[in-house]
């Protein structure tokens, strides 16, 4: 068990946010090439201790050293890269055109960095998601303190020990605990707050930053369905479907947590889907605990919690149509497909975050829409089919953070694309040049030519023609 060498002590935790005053001051004047520099500095560090990452997560839920190149360690490095290239651009004032009424006036808008600000981060993806906001921070000029998972001991340290070797305190700290730590520094008024988490604490992330005016990002979840259309070619699907869904065991917030197929296609989907369980993680038939490729769940509670979910939503007539077998001693849940769902067991109301897959059926593609419509907002959905004209339907009459038409999960490695949810699902974006946006003030900025007004007439005594002058304004502006 690591150990944690900074406590939920709030005398620390000032003293660090006191420090990053000067700091943030300081970087608010900072040019591209510093800037690139600290994002370099944390990219070599990547790459020289590539197995150590490895290791801390095997530790933390035995996650494949594959899926963490892929999924912890490249979307970070990307994001690193990405911003290495566009750093100058982004941060170059942009030039607004001028209305008719302004004629006379030039505008700009205007990059500065927010300031000092926190970044909470989740257990699922530890590293990606502790690290990635913290390179679009760095990109905007922030200082930032890091609370990362108290659930991920292994990777939270390895991340605190990271810091500290590329960062003084009153640059970049991290603080290791449980909430009482996050409670603490919940409690300074930091001029931005980057969380990723559960809607329920994102709500209380919120109503913290409310007593600042501290704006906030917040990348939450909720249920991201997938829509498989009477178009659609179901091999590729359940392939794509599969992988996205049993990737990180199910312990990711952009996962399908529900699947809606066409009555009439459901027994083709099961047979292929089934195929691809076992052709991803039991290909010598030894059973899917021994895969090397399957992690486990974080914990004894999460575990305890899954399976509460699927026992009793087989107790009210869910179908288990694959896998179900457990190991609490290990934190194992195999694959699980199940189908029959009905809207009363738990597993359909909340968020699942582990491996099992609701399954439902649907007559026609405006049923499909109104059971999606018929839940919060979510943070995902995904639409397999060859049909543009469904695709358009499902765009413009559904409402979601993303959409993904015929793959999932794959939107959050574009760098191109804001990455974030809407309403319960979360506020604001990430990645790229939208986390570069999100821990910046973009400041407007107006010139006016010394000794031309163009608001003169309009200036007391408001005599006939000034009236007439605003009337014009207000009739053609």
């Known amino acids: 068990m690591p150990h944690f060498p900074i406590n939920s002590n709030s005398s620390l935790i000032t003293n660090a946010f006191e420090s990053q005053l000067k700091t943030s001051l300081h970087w608010r004047k900072s040019t591209a090439e510093e800037r690139i520099a600290r994002l370099k500095k944390i990219g070599a560090w990547i790459k020289d201790h590539q197995k150590e990452i490895r290791k801390a997560l095997w530790q933390d839920f035995k996650k494949p050293e594959a899926e963490v190149d892929l999924s912890e360690i490249f979307p970070v490095t990307s994001e690193i890269n990405h911003a290495v290239k566009n750093l100058q651009s982004w941060m170059k004032a942009k030039s607004v055109s001028t209305p008719l009424p302004m004629i006379g006036t030039t505008g700009k808008i205007h990059y500065e960095p927010k300031g000092r600000v926190l970044i909470l981060a989740p257990w699922n993806f530890p590293f990606n998601l502790t690290v990635g906001p913290l390179i679009s921070a760095i990109a905007a000029g922030c200082t930032a303190i890091i609370k990362p998972s108290e659930m991920s001991l292994h990777t939270s340290a390895l991340i605190s020990d990271m810091i500290k070797e590329l960062f003084d305190p009153s640059e970049v700290a991290v603080f290791l605990g449980d909430v009482e730590v996050a409670s603490n520094l919940l409690e300074l008024p930091f001029d931005h707050i980057f969380f990723t988490g559960s809607p329920a604490v994102g709500k209380i992330v919120m109503k913290a930053a409310s007593a600042h005016l501290t704006s906030v990002t917040l990348e939450l979840g909720g249920k991201s369905p997938v829509i498989v259309d009477h178009s659609a070619d179901l091999d590729d699907a359940a392939a794509k479907i599969i992988w996205s869904k049993f990737v990180n065991c199910g312990q990711t917030c952009i996962a399908p947590d529900y699947l809606l197929v066409p009555e009439d296609k459901l027994e083709e989907f099961l ?177 006016q030519r010394v000794g031309y007004n163009n608001v003169t007439l309009l200036r007391p005594p408001y005599g006939m023609k000034t009236k007439q002058i605003i009337a014009s304004l207000i009739k053609w502006f």
């Not at 975050?353 to 499909?368: S, V």
């Open 271 to 447: 047979m292929r889907a089934k195929v691809y369980l076992q052709k991803f993680y039991d290909p010598a038939f030894k059973g899917i605990e021994k895969s090397p490729d399957y992690a486990r769940i974080i914990n004894s509670k999460h575990h305890k919690r899954l399976n509460s979910y699927l026992t009793e939503a087989l107790e009210k007539g869910a179908k288990l149509e694959f896998g179900g077998n457990t190991n609490e001693s290990t934190c194992y849940l195999e694959p699980t497909l199940i189908s029959n769902i009905s809207e009363d067991m738990t597993i359909f109301q909340e968020e699942i975050f582990g491996p099992i897959l609701p399954i439902l059926t649907y007559r026609n593609l405006n049923e499909a829409i109104e059971l999606v419509n018929s839940k919060p907002k979510p943070l995902a959905l995904y639409f397999f089919g060859n049909n543009s004209t469904h695709s358009k339907k499902v765009l413009t009459e559904t409402s979601s953070g993303n959409m993904v038409v015929n793959d999932c999960v794959l939107h959050f490695l574009h760098n191109d694309l804001p990455f974030g949810g809407v309403n319960n699902s979360g506020i604001g974006k990430a990645h790229g040049y939208y986390g570069f946006l999100a821990f910046s003030n973009e400041k407007g900025i107006l010139k």
